[in-house]
Nanobody, 121 residues
Framework: QVQLVESGGGLVQAGESLRLSCAAS????????MYWYRQAPGKQRELVAF???????KYAESVKGRFTISRDNAKNTLVLQMNSLKPEDTAVYYC???????????????WGQGTQVTVSS
């Protein structure tokens, strides 16, 4: 069974930084695109950034220039470096990945449990 576990959330002041990590474990053959989503209270879940297995990246306009997504394919890990945080970045952040695991003919979608990021003004 594949698991995605996020870590690194917390409470910071506006202008500070946080680094989120997501570790994938289980009988993994390969991981395709990996994503960070976030969901603020009362709002829909939104895509923050994604990175392909070939390291192509794309960001939401609201985080472009402040957040950096990266991955380590050998360790099956995903990172989101968040700088210059703003109160509107407050949300639960989720890791999502397309994982090809043992016992399945193709990649499937997996989600982490989420990690809370709170930015105070």
């Amino acid at each position: 069974q594949v698991q995605l576990v996020e870590s690194g959330g917390g409470l910071v002041q506006a202008g500070e930084s946080l680094r989120l990590s997501c570790a994938a474990s289980g009988s993994i053959f390969s991981i395709n695109t990996m994503y960070w989503y976030r969901q603020a209270p009362g709002k829909q879940r939104e895509l923050v950034a994604f990175i392909t297995s070939g390291f192509y990246t794309k960001y939401a306009e609201s985080v472009k220039g402040r957040f950096t997504i990266s991955r380590d394919n050998a360790k099956n890990t995903l990172v989101l470096q968040m700088n210059s945080l703003k109160p509107e970045d407050t949300a639960v952040y989720y890791c999502n990945a397309e994982v090809w695991a043992a016992g399945y003919p193709s990649a499937r979608d997996y989600w982490g449990q989420g990690t809370q990021v709170t930015v105070s003004s």
